[in-house]
């Protein structure tokens, strides 16, 4: 067994794929250690001609081709014919940070952690473009502080997939994956994971540049990302009725998935949605998915669930679409 699989999905991204791919050949590994899985999920673009040249430069690097099926699927393929005892799955627009995956790698060996947490920087391409100009700033003395599932979610919103590595073993044994054909599959992915996770390590340590500031219109809160996001809400909701969690967990397990619901309501108000009908179309998917939520916790909470499983589909998206300045002046004074 090598000791780190590193999982690369690529579609539509020729700009940025060969900074990704020859960041990752800078990390001080030894290239027996490691093994590279690029899935070419069906690319339109140029990315995988970016590329040509280093493929066979390395023997380390496995190429998976399939039809567009997204980058759940792409990831869940890659990790299918993983063969490191740790994965690591940095998306394809950003980069590794020099020298930033050898001491985490080997610290999760030695520990044996199902998950080693890692930090990142933000910046623009201009700023990356910059880098030997403008280097990112040192890094502090490497250094890990164990932290628990629970504390996890008390992060808020967990999207961090991304930026930890994940124990092989753990992942299987839990048969945890990334729900198929939807845009917010980190979501489910990394709330799955904290709330099963045993032994977890935090770090301050920068392991990624998330790259910033070039989104395009198609990322745009459209009706196909709120139905999307419905989805994987239903998805946590469901694992957390699913599982025996302790009162203490469940509360932040129900925070959490209240912060989810919430920054989905205000992401359909205020949107990209093309008018009430659209919105009404989004609530109406939601309710399809969770007929009923249940937020108790304080009032405001209250509030929204009351809204939420009382009121008429159309009647709740036009409070939310019409009245939203009055609303949230009600809403804080509930806090």
């Known amino acids: ?18 900074p990704c791919i020859e960041s990752i050949y800078r990390q ?74 050898k001491p985490l790698l080997e610290k999760a060996l030695a520990e044996k952690a199902d998950i080693i947490m890692a930090d990142f920087v933000q910046m623009n391409d201009e700023e990356i473009n910059n880098i030997p100009q403008h280097p ?34 753990f992942l299987h044994e839990n048969n945890i994956s990334f729900v198929p054909g939807i845009y917010a599959q980190d979501v489910p992915f990394t709330n799955e994971c904290f709330l099963k996770v045993k ?36 998805k946590s909701w469901e694992l957390s009725r699913s599982l025996s969690l302790s009162p203490e967990t469940a509360y932040q397990q129900d925070e959490l998935l209240f912060s989810l619901f919430y920054l989905h309501i205000c992401a359909i108000e205020y949107g990209h949605l093309r008018g009430f009908v659209e919105v009404c179309q989004a609530i109406n998917f939601l309710k399809e998915q969770i007929p009923h939520l249940t937020f108790n916790h304080n009032k405001r909470q209250r509030m929204w669930a009351f809204m939420y499983n009382q009121l008429p589909v159309t009647v709740f998206a036009f409070i939310i679409y019409s009245n939203r300045k009055l609303l949230r002046k009600l809403l804080r004074k509930l806090k």
């Open 1 to 18: 067994m090598i000791d780190l699989s590193i999982i690369i999905p690529i579609y539509n991204v020729e700009k940025y794929i060969r």
């Open 199 to 234: 032994k977890c390590l935090r770090t301050s340590w920068l392991l990624n540049i998330y790259r910033r500031g070039h989104e395009s219109a198609s990322s745009l809160y459209s009706l196909k990302r709120a139905n999307d996001t419905s989805i994987a809400i239903r």
């Open 28 to 101: 001080g590994l030894n290239e027996n250690q490691f093994e590279v899985i690029i899935v070419n999920d069906g690319t339109k673009d140029k990315s995988m001609e970016m590329i040509a040249d280093i493929i066979p430069a390395h023997s380390n690097i496995t190429v998976i081709n399939q039809e567009n099926q997204g980058l759940s699927v792409a990831r869940n393929n890659g990790i299918a014919i993983a063969k490191g005892e740790y994965i690591l799955m940095p998306d394809s627009d950003d980069m590794l940070i020099d020298y930033s995956v």
């Open 136 to 169: 990112i700033k040192q890094q502090e003395a490497f250094k890990t502080t164990e932290i628990s599932g629970k504390e996890l979610l008390n992060e808020y919103y967990c999207r961090w997939y991304w930026r930890s590595v994940y124990r092989r073993k």
